[in-house]
């Protein structure tokens, strides 16, 4: 065999290299990589040695020319198939993959014990359990096509009444007050879908962990935090809507990381499916609660630095740059919405009957529902003296004015009769239409008609208490510098301060008043204020109805604007009501505005637990599910303790690692490789899971409505899986320092283990919290939580 040619001369400084081909650099009939290596062995220096290949010029490197060809495409450079890892410590446990054989079996491994352990006693208790008397009973609404108010958009509640439907349940059971029996009615089925969707949760946090740090450990880790959590299993056993939530939420997170790692193909089949799911998977975590909109703005800061990044890219032309923000403006924005808005089209498609929450909807929308007083029926087109009507306020929510036998209570204003506003139908809201200064017996057949007309001052008698609308300047319970509203005087006989100017909004003097279409406002004729409500709730002493006030503003708000929706008077011919008829988009917009005001105002029953959002990551206090006394059979809504304490220091330990990185990178410390390996593992793959954990927990501490424990489940999620990321990387940092690598695998090994052993013991003691406890209290010594009840604030 001839020797091999001798290497080309280099090139004179200042001249480009040439390209012309080396002979040894690359044979068309060179050897195998085993052949050349036997003969380098053979004759190490001999003329058969084989000269060390030569550095190809950056020109010619295969890599390049696959970025070239992936840009080309519209997506990322492509890399090399295989990256050399950064230098590891000598005793290091490897960080390869786990053969692909392992991963199903264990993906299947975690999500048999998910199912086991959220279907394990499902039955148990079978009565109603905390928040099952409004979910189960919103269900009932939907098999019976009943229309109701909720302050949540309409898709958990009915999933919940599908799930019903389709298991045999026939939506009589009234879910009148936790502890009621279900005797024969099924329940079951409505409890095994939000389980079922519950045991998703454990796979789909596994898979995360698994795409965002490509190590099994770490998604085992998570896995079994999730699965052993008396908390998750305790919320994931009733019907409520948190299951469904979480399930949406963790859907949309799993997508979006793995429309992530599809990013060096982009516009293939798997990239459109996982970036269309991820704006299903949105849609859905809106459409069961507004919290839903925290991961809508995780996916959004995720979508808005991919593009940035993709801007950044030289080689990305800017026409593939368009087709990219079009593909996520399709799928993030547009298919959400539309899916969202034909939620809402279904819910009122459905929800076709009068029911409870018909007071919350303005006149035209009434007018919609079958049985409701206003469904094709004929009313008298034009106000008069004598009619009895009922008067609406045109701010969303704003309720019927009303009033009631009860006064106000001692120090509040003149203690006269209350006059509030109710949102739901009621006698009380009745009132009749009199002239101000007329004992005239307008009843009397035949008595002539007299229309009130704008500009007239009238009189308003409340119908069964006689009393007549009035105000003064005494100062209004809840809104200051308003005045007082009352109900006044003995069977219609008063005073000068219950005169009001009736005017209508765009109208002239002397123009007739129309039901339902007339926009009115009343005007205090001695104080010159103007009726309203002030979308306040009262307290208890006013049945946490609605503030009504007269305001001396008289800026033009929909709070001091009514319109009269009942107008009976046997006088007057009546029209039909059908020309008000309101569009889809009115009703859309009408919802939401009536669910952000009634989100807004909840208040916490009587006896209930509520709690601050400092409480949750501690685990400091719980919730009764069932049951209060030693007889009872109690369920307590509790957070494994090890766990979730494990969570706070891991929160702890992230923060301390990404602080520390950020100070050591600004004073220019060089890292050691083991240091560098820890922060790229946890910086990189936490960063996503700790940024979903702030925007899930942080917004509760400014919101002004009641607050629970389960609220921070969904940011518990994020937590859970930023433990089993960063725990992972840990004892992998602890074990690179030990040599030979046997060891270090034992105390990796072994490290691993005591977690999950830790967290399978703890798992022991506190699972009675999900699965039932019977008989004394913790506080008694024969009690199975005897001793268990570590901080005073837990309750079981």
Same mark, same amino acid.
């Given at each position: 065999?001839?020797?091999?040619?001798?290497?080309?001369?280099?090139?004179?400084?200042?001249?480009?290299?040439?390209?012309?081909?080396?002979?040894?650099?690359?044979?068309?009939?060179?050897?195998?990589?085993?052949?050349?290596?036997?003969?380098?062995?053979?004759?190490?220096?001999?003329?058969?040695?084989?000269?060390?290949?030569?550095?190809?010029?950056?020109?010619?490197?295969?890599?390049?020319?696959?970025?070239?060809?992936?840009?080309?495409?519209?997506?990322?450079?492509?890399?090399?198939?295989?990256?050399?890892?950064?230098?590891?410590?000598?005793?290091?446990?490897?960080?390869?993959?786990?053969?692909?054989?392992?991963?199903?079996?264990?993906?299947?491994?975690?999500?048999?014990?998910?199912?086991?352990?959220?279907?394990?006693?499902?039955?148990?208790?079978?009565?109603?359990?905390?928040?099952?008397?409004?979910?189960?009973?919103?269900?009932?609404?939907?098999?019976?096509?009943?229309?109701?108010?909720?302050?949540?958009?309409?898709?958990?509640?009915?999933?919940?009444?599908?799930?019903?439907?389709?298991?045999?349940?026939?939506?009589?059971? /009234?879910?009148?007050?936790?502890?009621?029996?279900?005797?024969?009615?099924?329940?079951?089925?409505?409890?095994?879908?939000?389980?079922?969707?519950?045991?998703?949760?454990? /796979?789909?946090?596994?898979?995360?962990?698994?795409?965002?740090?490509?190590?099994?450990?770490?998604?085992?880790?998570?896995?079994?935090?999730?699965?052993?959590?008396?908390?998750?299993?305790?919320?994931?056993?009733?019907?409520?809507?948190?299951?469904?939530?979480?399930?949406?939420?963790?859907?949309?997170?799993?997508?979006?990381?793995?429309?992530?790692?599809?990013?060096?193909?982009?516009?293939?089949?798997?990239?459109?499916?996982?970036?269309?799911?991820?704006?299903?998977?949105?849609?859905?975590?809106?459409?069961?609660?507004?919290?839903?909109?925290?991961?809508?703005?995780?996916?959004?800061?995720?979508?808005?630095?991919?593009?940035?990044?993709?801007?950044?890219?030289?080689?990305?032309?800017?026409?593939?740059?368009?087709?990219?923000?079009?593909?996520?403006?399709?799928?993030?924005?547009?298919?959400?919405?539309?899916?969202?808005?034909?939620?809402?089209?279904?819910?009122?498609?459905?929800?076709?009957?009068?029911?409870?929450?018909?007071?919350?909807?303005?006149?035209?929308?009434?007018?919609?529902?079958?049985?409701?007083?206003?469904?094709?029926?004929?009313?008298?087109?034009?106000?008069?003296?004598?009619?009895?009507?009922?008067?609406?306020?045109?701010?969303?929510?704003?309720?019927?004015?009303?009033?009631?036998?009860?006064?106000?209570?001692?120090?509040?204003?003149?203690?006269?009769?209350?006059?509030?506003?109710?949102?739901?139908?009621?006698?009380?809201?009745?009132?009749?239409?009199?002239?101000?200064?007329?004992?005239?017996?307008?009843?009397?057949?035949?008595?002539?008609?007299?229309?009130?007309?704008?500009?007239?001052?009238?009189?308003?008698?409340?119908?069964?208490?006689?009393?007549?609308?009035?105000?003064?300047?005494?100062?209004?319970?809840?809104?200051?510098?308003?005045?007082?509203?009352?109900?006044?005087?003995?069977?219609?006989?008063?005073?000068?301060?219950?005169?009001?100017?009736?005017?209508?909004?765009?109208?002239?003097?002397?123009?007739?008043?129309?039901?339902?279409?007339?926009?009115?406002?009343?005007?205090?004729?001695?104080?010159?204020?103007?009726?309203?409500?002030?979308?306040?709730?009262?307290?208890?002493?006013?049945?946490?109805?609605?503030?009504?006030?007269?305001?001396?503003?008289?800026?033009?708000?929909?709070?001091?604007?009514?319109?009269?929706?009942?107008?009976?008077?046997?006088?007057?011919?009546?029209?039909?009501?059908?020309?008000?008829?309101?569009?889809?988009?009115?009703?859309?917009?009408?919802?939401?505005?009536?669910?952000?005001?009634?989100?807004?105002?909840?208040?916490?029953?009587?006896?209930?637990?509520?709690?601050?959002?400092?409480?949750?990551?501690?685990?400091?206090?719980?919730?009764?599910?069932?049951?209060?006394?030693?007889?009872?059979?109690?369920?307590?809504?509790?957070?494994?303790?090890?766990?979730?304490?494990?969570?706070?220091?891991?929160?702890?330990?992230?923060?301390?690692?990404?602080?520390?990185?950020?100070?050591?990178?600004?004073?220019?410390?060089?890292?050691?490789?083991?240091?560098?390996?820890?922060?790229?593992?946890?910086?990189?793959?936490?960063?996503?899971?700790?940024?979903?954990?702030?925007?899930?927990?942080?917004?509760?501490?400014?919101?002004?409505?009641?607050?629970?424990?389960?609220?921070?489940?969904?940011?518990?999620?994020?937590?859970?899986?930023?433990?089993?990321?960063?725990?992972?990387?840990?004892?992998?940092?602890?074990?690179?320092?030990?040599?030979?690598?046997?060891?270090?695998?034992?105390?990796?090994?072994?490290?691993?283990?005591?977690?999950?052993?830790?967290?399978?013991?703890?798992?022991?003691?506190?699972?009675?919290?999900?699965?039932?406890?019977?008989?004394?209290?913790?506080?008694?010594?024969?009690?199975?939580?005897?001793?268990?009840?570590?901080?005073?604030?837990?309750?079981?």
């Amino acid at each position: 065999m001839a020797p091999p040619s001798p290497p080309a001369p280099l090139p004179p400084a200042g001249r480009a290299r040439s390209r012309r081909r080396v002979p040894w650099r690359r044979r068309r009939s060179s050897p195998s990589r085993p052949a050349l290596r036997a003969r380098r062995l053979r004759a190490p220096h001999g003329r058969d040695c084989i000269p060390r290949r030569a550095p190809r010029p950056a020109a010619l490197r295969p890599s390049m020319r696959r970025a070239r060809r992936g840009a080309a495409r519209g997506g990322y450079p492509r890399m090399p198939p295989r990256q050399r890892e950064p230098r590891r410590g000598p005793g290091a446990p490897p960080r390869p993959a786990p053969p692909a054989a392992t991963r199903p079996a264990a993906l299947a491994l975690v999500t048999l014990l998910s199912f086991a352990s959220r279907f394990h006693r499902l039955r148990e208790p079978p009565h109603v359990c905390w928040d099952e008397t409004h979910f189960g009973k919103m269900g009932s609404y939907y098999i019976n096509r009943t229309f109701f108010f909720d302050v949540h958009p309409p898709l958990g509640k009915m999933l919940i009444g599908l799930a019903g439907y389709l298991s045999g349940y026939d939506g009589t059971f /009234p879910f009148q007050k936790p502890g009621d029996r279900y005797e024969q009615h099924n329940y079951v089925g409505m409890r095994g879908f939000c389980a079922f969707l519950g045991s998703c949760l454990v /796979p789909f946090a596994y898979l995360t962990v698994l795409e965002l740090s490509k190590s099994l450990p770490a998604a085992l880790l998570t896995a079994f935090i999730l699965i052993f959590d008396t908390g998750c299993i305790t919320l994931s056993q009733y019907i409520l809507l948190d299951p469904i939530l979480m399930f949406f939420l963790m859907g949309a997170v799993l997508s979006m990381v793995k429309c992530n790692s599809c990013a060096d193909r982009p516009f293939s089949a798997s990239w459109w499916f996982w970036l269309s799911l991820t704006g299903v998977s949105l849609a859905g975590a809106m459409g069961v609660k507004f919290v839903g909109l925290f991961v809508v703005l995780l996916v959004g800061l995720n979508t808005i630095y991919d593009l940035w990044d993709l801007l950044g890219n030289l080689s990305l032309s800017l026409v593939m740059f368009g087709k990219h923000l079009l593909a996520r403006v399709l799928c993030l924005i547009f298919l959400p919405l539309a899916l969202y808005t034909a939620m809402f089209a279904v819910h009122f498609a459905v929800l076709n009957r009068s029911g409870p929450g018909d007071g919350f909807f303005s006149s035209a929308f009434q007018s919609q529902l079958i049985g409701n007083n206003l469904h094709n029926v004929s009313v008298p087109e034009h106000l008069a003296y004598g009619s009895v009507v009922t008067m609406k306020n045109l701010r969303m929510a704003g309720g019927y004015l009303h009033s009631h036998w009860h006064l106000y209570p001692e120090g509040v204003g003149a203690r006269q009769q209350q006059v509030t506003a109710y949102l739901h139908k009621d006698l009380n809201n009745l009132w009749i239409i009199k002239k101000h200064e007329s004992d005239t017996d307008l009843s009397d057949p035949s008595s002539p008609v007299e229309f009130v007309r704008h500009g007239d001052i009238i009189r308003l008698e409340h119908k069964e208490t006689s009393r007549n609308l009035h105000s003064h300047q005494h100062e209004a319970p809840l809104t200051r510098k308003h005045f007082q509203v009352t109900g006044y005087g003995i069977n219609g006989t008063g005073d000068s301060n219950d005169f009001w100017r009736i005017e209508v909004v765009g109208r002239r003097t002397g123009q007739l008043i129309k039901v339902l279409r007339s926009q009115v406002r009343l005007t205090h004729v001695a104080t010159g204020c103007v009726l309203g409500s002030s979308g306040k709730t009262l307290p208890k002493w006013g049945w946490e109805q609605v503030e009504v006030t007269c305001t001396p503003y008289l800026k033009e708000t929909p709070n001091s604007l009514w319109n009269f929706e009942d107008h009976i008077n046997p006088k007057l011919p009546n029209i039909s009501l059908d020309v008000l008829k309101p569009s889809f988009a009115e009703i859309l917009l009408e919802s939401h505005m009536v669910m952000i005001r009634g989100n807004s105002g909840l208040k916490p029953k009587d006896n209930e637990v509520t709690s601050k959002p400092w409480h949750w990551p501690i685990n400091y206090q719980g919730l009764r599910f069932s049951g209060v006394n030693e007889t009872d059979y109690r369920v307590y809504l509790l957070g494994n303790p090890v766990i979730w304490w494990l969570n706070l220091v891991t929160i702890g330990l992230y923060l301390l690692i990404t602080v520390a990185t950020a100070v050591a990178l600004k004073r220019g410390v060089q890292l050691t490789s083991e240091l560098k390996e820890l922060s790229r593992v946890v910086l990189h793959a936490g960063g996503q899971i700790t940024l979903g954990w702030l925007l899930h927990y942080l917004p509760f501490f400014m919101m002004g409505r009641v607050l629970y424990f389960h609220h921070y489940f969904p940011a518990m999620l994020f937590s859970s899986m930023l433990t089993g990321i960063t725990w992972d990387a840990l004892l992998k940092f602890c074990a690179g320092f030990l040599s030979p690598s046997t060891t270090a695998r034992k105390v990796y090994g072994g490290g691993f283990l005591a977690l999950v052993l830790l967290i399978l013991y703890s798992f022991y003691l506190f699972h009675p919290l999900s699965y039932g406890m019977v008989g004394p209290m913790a506080s008694h010594p024969s009690s199975p939580m005897a001793g268990l009840r570590w901080m005073d604030s837990w309750e079981f």
